[in-house]
Protein backbone atom coordinates (compact mmCIF):
# COMPACT_ATOMS: atom_id res chain seq x y z
CA UNK A 1 0.00 0.00 0.00
CA UNK A 2 1.10 3.57 -0.65
CA UNK A 3 1.88 6.30 1.35
CA UNK A 4 1.29 9.72 1.27
CA UNK A 5 -1.53 9.66 -1.45
CA UNK A 6 -4.02 12.72 -0.69
CA UNK A 7 -7.25 13.51 -2.62
CA UNK A 8 -7.12 17.78 -3.22
CA UNK A 9 -10.00 19.76 -3.71
CA UNK A 10 -8.01 22.59 -3.87
CA UNK A 11 -8.19 24.75 -7.06
CA UNK A 12 -4.57 24.71 -8.19
CA UNK A 13 -4.18 21.09 -7.64
CA UNK A 14 -7.40 20.08 -9.65
CA UNK A 15 -5.95 22.81 -12.20
CA UNK A 16 -2.75 21.00 -12.16
CA UNK A 17 -4.84 17.31 -12.81
CA UNK A 18 -7.33 18.60 -15.22
CA UNK A 19 -4.02 19.97 -17.05
CA UNK A 20 -2.28 16.22 -16.90
CA UNK A 21 -5.49 14.14 -17.27
CA UNK A 22 -5.56 15.85 -20.72
CA UNK A 23 -2.17 14.49 -21.69
CA UNK A 24 -2.99 10.80 -20.34
CA UNK A 25 -6.19 11.68 -22.55
CA UNK A 26 -4.12 11.29 -25.53
CA UNK A 27 -1.65 8.52 -24.68
CA UNK A 28 -2.04 6.05 -26.88
CA UNK A 29 -1.84 3.46 -23.90
CA UNK A 30 -4.22 5.29 -21.19
CA UNK A 31 -6.67 6.29 -24.41
CA UNK A 32 -7.18 2.46 -24.59
CA UNK A 33 -8.62 2.01 -21.30
CA UNK A 34 -10.60 4.61 -21.18
CA UNK A 35 -14.30 4.27 -21.79
CA UNK A 36 -14.60 5.44 -25.29
CA UNK A 37 -17.44 7.89 -25.05
CA UNK A 38 -15.34 9.75 -22.44
CA UNK A 39 -12.78 10.90 -25.13
CA UNK A 40 -13.21 14.40 -25.96
CA UNK A 41 -10.76 15.93 -28.39
CA UNK A 42 -11.08 19.58 -28.08
CA UNK A 43 -8.62 20.65 -25.30
CA UNK A 44 -11.26 23.70 -24.55
CA UNK A 45 -14.27 21.45 -24.17
CA UNK A 46 -12.73 19.03 -22.05
CA UNK A 47 -11.17 21.94 -19.60
CA UNK A 48 -14.44 23.50 -19.25
CA UNK A 49 -16.45 20.25 -18.38
CA UNK A 50 -14.28 19.50 -15.67
CA UNK A 51 -14.06 23.13 -14.74
CA UNK A 52 -17.98 23.06 -14.20
CA UNK A 53 -17.80 19.49 -12.12
CA UNK A 54 -15.56 21.66 -9.86
CA UNK A 55 -17.39 24.83 -9.73
CA UNK A 56 -20.82 22.68 -8.86
CA UNK A 57 -19.00 20.07 -5.92
CA UNK A 58 -21.89 18.43 -3.68
CA UNK A 59 -22.52 15.01 -2.74
CA UNK A 60 -23.49 13.94 -5.56
CA UNK A 61 -20.51 15.73 -8.01
CA UNK A 62 -17.29 15.62 -6.78
CA UNK A 63 -13.76 16.13 -8.39
CA UNK A 64 -10.33 15.25 -6.49
CA UNK A 65 -7.14 15.52 -7.77
CA UNK A 66 -5.04 12.67 -6.74
CA UNK A 67 -1.52 13.51 -4.83
CA UNK A 68 1.26 11.30 -4.63
CA UNK A 69 4.63 12.49 -2.25
CA UNK A 70 3.97 16.02 -4.09
CA UNK A 71 2.68 15.56 -7.29
CA UNK A 72 -0.74 15.03 -8.71
CA UNK A 73 -0.57 12.22 -10.81
CA UNK A 74 -4.25 11.48 -10.75
CA UNK A 75 -7.77 12.68 -10.97
CA UNK A 76 -11.16 11.51 -9.86
CA UNK A 77 -14.53 12.05 -10.67
CA UNK A 78 -17.85 11.29 -9.11
CA UNK A 79 -21.07 12.36 -10.89
CA UNK A 80 -24.67 11.21 -9.83
CA UNK A 81 -23.57 7.85 -8.92
CA UNK A 82 -20.75 6.81 -10.93
CA UNK A 83 -17.22 6.89 -9.99
CA UNK A 84 -14.35 7.63 -12.58
CA UNK A 85 -10.27 8.03 -12.34
CA UNK A 86 -7.49 7.77 -15.01
CA UNK A 87 -4.20 8.01 -14.07
CA UNK A 88 -0.86 8.54 -16.73
CA UNK A 89 0.48 5.33 -17.26
CA UNK A 90 4.19 6.36 -15.30
CA UNK A 91 1.51 5.54 -12.04
CA UNK A 92 0.49 2.39 -12.96
CA UNK A 93 1.24 -0.45 -11.03
CA UNK A 94 2.20 1.89 -8.09
CA UNK A 95 -0.59 1.18 -5.59
CA UNK A 96 -1.55 4.74 -5.17
CA UNK A 97 -4.76 4.73 -7.08
CA UNK A 98 -5.99 2.02 -5.02
CA UNK A 99 -5.35 4.12 -1.80
CA UNK A 100 -7.13 7.07 -3.52
CA UNK A 101 -9.91 5.03 -4.91
CA UNK A 102 -10.22 3.55 -1.49
CA UNK A 103 -10.41 7.29 0.42
CA UNK A 104 -12.54 8.61 -2.04
CA UNK A 105 -15.33 5.58 -2.09
CA UNK A 106 -15.54 6.09 2.29
CA UNK A 107 -16.04 9.73 1.36
CA UNK A 108 -18.54 9.62 -0.59
CA UNK A 109 -20.18 6.65 1.41
CA UNK A 110 -19.72 8.96 4.68
CA UNK A 111 -22.14 11.65 2.54
CA UNK A 112 -24.86 9.19 2.46
CA UNK A 113 -24.93 7.53 -1.14
CA UNK A 114 -26.35 4.42 -0.99
CA UNK A 115 -24.11 2.91 -3.41
CA UNK A 116 -21.25 3.33 -5.95
CA UNK A 117 -20.97 2.42 -9.78
CA UNK A 118 -18.43 2.28 -12.34
CA UNK A 119 -18.57 1.59 -15.98
CA UNK A 120 -15.77 -0.29 -17.22
CA UNK A 121 -14.97 -1.22 -21.51
CA UNK A 122 -14.97 -4.91 -21.21
CA UNK A 123 -12.11 -4.95 -23.27
CA UNK A 124 -10.05 -3.31 -20.15
CA UNK A 125 -8.99 -6.29 -17.81
CA UNK A 126 -7.01 -4.34 -15.58
CA UNK A 127 -9.55 -1.66 -15.08
CA UNK A 128 -11.92 -4.51 -14.15
CA UNK A 129 -9.58 -5.72 -11.97
CA UNK A 130 -8.50 -2.73 -10.17
CA UNK A 131 -12.07 -1.90 -9.67
CA UNK A 132 -12.46 -5.63 -8.35
CA UNK A 133 -9.79 -5.23 -6.09
CA UNK A 134 -11.12 -2.10 -4.72
CA UNK A 135 -14.30 -3.63 -3.28
CA UNK A 136 -16.46 -3.51 -6.70
CA UNK A 137 -18.70 -6.02 -8.04
CA UNK A 138 -19.87 -7.22 -11.77
CA UNK A 139 -22.79 -6.65 -11.77
CA UNK A 140 -23.86 -6.95 -15.47
CA UNK A 141 -22.71 -6.41 -19.12
CA UNK A 142 -24.06 -3.36 -20.70
CA UNK A 143 -24.05 -4.82 -24.25
CA UNK A 144 -23.08 -2.57 -27.01
CA UNK A 145 -22.93 0.47 -24.26
CA UNK A 146 -20.46 2.09 -25.80
CA UNK A 147 -21.44 3.62 -29.32
CA UNK A 148 -18.18 5.72 -29.74
CA UNK A 149 -15.70 4.01 -32.26
CA UNK A 150 -18.41 1.15 -33.01
CA UNK A 151 -20.46 -0.31 -30.30
CA UNK A 152 -18.02 -2.32 -27.50
CA UNK A 153 -19.26 -4.35 -24.43
CA UNK A 154 -19.32 -2.26 -20.82
CA UNK A 155 -18.94 -3.97 -17.71
CA UNK A 156 -21.12 -2.48 -15.16
CA UNK A 157 -19.72 -2.31 -11.74
CA UNK A 158 -21.25 -1.35 -8.01
CA UNK A 159 -20.25 -1.32 -4.63
CA UNK A 160 -22.85 -1.13 -1.70
CA UNK A 161 -20.74 -0.58 1.67
CA UNK A 162 -17.24 1.59 2.50
CA UNK A 163 -14.23 -0.41 1.81
CA UNK A 164 -12.64 -0.35 5.17
CA UNK A 165 -9.90 -2.11 5.35
CA UNK A 166 -6.72 -0.63 5.26
CA UNK A 167 -8.38 2.75 5.51
CA UNK A 168 -11.27 2.60 8.27
CA UNK A 169 -8.82 0.58 10.88
CA UNK A 170 -5.86 2.84 10.00
CA UNK A 171 -3.59 4.64 12.64
CA UNK A 172 -2.36 7.82 10.72
CA UNK A 173 -4.89 10.12 9.73
CA UNK A 174 -6.39 10.29 6.30
CA UNK A 175 -5.52 13.96 4.92
CA UNK A 176 -8.24 15.12 2.65
CA UNK A 177 -7.05 18.64 1.47
CA UNK A 178 -10.33 21.49 0.98
Keep these: MSE ?16 EAWKWWHDPKVAKSLLDDNFVDDR ?16 QMRIWAVKYGDKVSGIIWYVNGALSIVTGKDGWKQGFASEAIKIAVNEIFSEGAPRI ?53 REEPIEIET
Excluded: W
Aim: charged content about 25%; overall charge positive.
Design 4 to 19: GVVLSTEKVEIAEAIT
Design 44 to 59: ETFTKAFATLYRNQSP
Design 117 to 169: TAFVPKHNKVGKKFFEKNGFKVEGVIRKGSMFDGPKDIYLMGIIEPVVENIMH
